[in-house]
């Protein structure tokens, strides 16, 4: 399990998270969601170790500050936001970069491991090409075959591993929005767990099995799919009218993906 408890934090001068707590267990798909600028990259980073704070993170039990980045690294796997690349590294290349810290392999099982993430990302036939020269979507999904690369196994030494992903289907159409997805329900199947910041609610609903959901550095309200998502809680939430479960009016046309499972 993961357990950020009371997590505040400061930047530059301004409090951007006030008293955080979240759980996230192995075995399921933890949402963070809310407005822009709810905290919810800010507590992603927390969690993953990646900025100061007061409170505390532990990961199985493990107190994330006593551990040694490397230790760290064989926890968790993150894929961030954005990822900005200067040099000209291929796609092969970036992937195994995840291999430095994560599963010890012999060569050919280092060669299988980064081609099978690839698969797993729908990247297959990918490895050759310049990561320049990939649309958003497919550097994204480069990105996430590196994350997983890094804790190929969910399950490691007798403890879950966990992916922690922000926003891992912003720049994807539809299709792929379903793999990543499937992916990370795959994951927690295994024994692994997932943090995700998500924006759809719609795909949050249908693989997500505990919702958090955040406004102005707090948390609002925790809890499964169902119990949070209500039309008064949506509306504290994001600032405006919606309603859960109903079809919009005028016959207006919604598509909504019908293969989550």
Not at 96 to 115: E, H, Q
Not at 183 to 192: D, I, P, Q
Not at 215 to 240: I, L, N, Q, S, W
Request: hydrophobic share 45%.
């Amino acid at each position: 399990m993961i357990k950020a408890s009371n997590l505040s934090v400061r930047l530059s001068g301004t409090q951007v998270l006030h008293g955080v707590s979240i759980e996230a267990a192995a075995g399921q798909l933890t949402a963070i969601v809310g407005p822009n600028g709810s905290g919810k990259t800010t507590s992603l980073k927390a969690i993953a170790g990646e900025l100061s704070y007061d409170g505390s993170v532990r990961i199985n039990g493990h107190d994330i500050a006593t551990l040694k980045p490397w230790e760290l690294a064989l926890k968790r796997a993150v894929l961030p936001q954005s990822t900005v690349i200067s040099f000209p590294f291929t796609v092969r290349e970036i992937v195994r970069m995840g291999l430095s810290v994560g599963a010890k392999a012999d060569a050919a099982d280092t060669d299988r491991i980064a081609r099978d993430a690839l698969e797993a990302v729908d990247l297959s036939g990918f490895a050759g090409r310049f990561y320049q020269e990939l649309s958003g979507g497919e550097q994204q999904r480069v990105q996430l075959a590196r994350a997983l690369c890094q804790i190929w196994e969910p399950v490691q030494h007798g403890e879950p591993a966990f992916l922690l992903l922000d926003e891992p289907v912003s720049s994807l159409d539809i299709r792929h929005q379903l793999t990543i997805m499937r992916l990370a329900r795959n994951f927690c199947e295994r024994g692994g767990g997932v943090i995700a910041i998500m924006h759809d609610l719609n795909l949050t609903a249908m693989f997500a099995d505990q919702m958090v959901m955040m406004k102005a550095g707090r948390v609002k309200a925790a809890g499964h799919p169902r119990k949070v998502m209500t039309d008064e809680m949506m509306e504290a939430v994001f600032g405006c009218a919606m309603r859960v479960n109903a079809t919009p009016a005028g016959n207006t046309p919604f598509v909504l993906p019908h293969t989550a499972a």
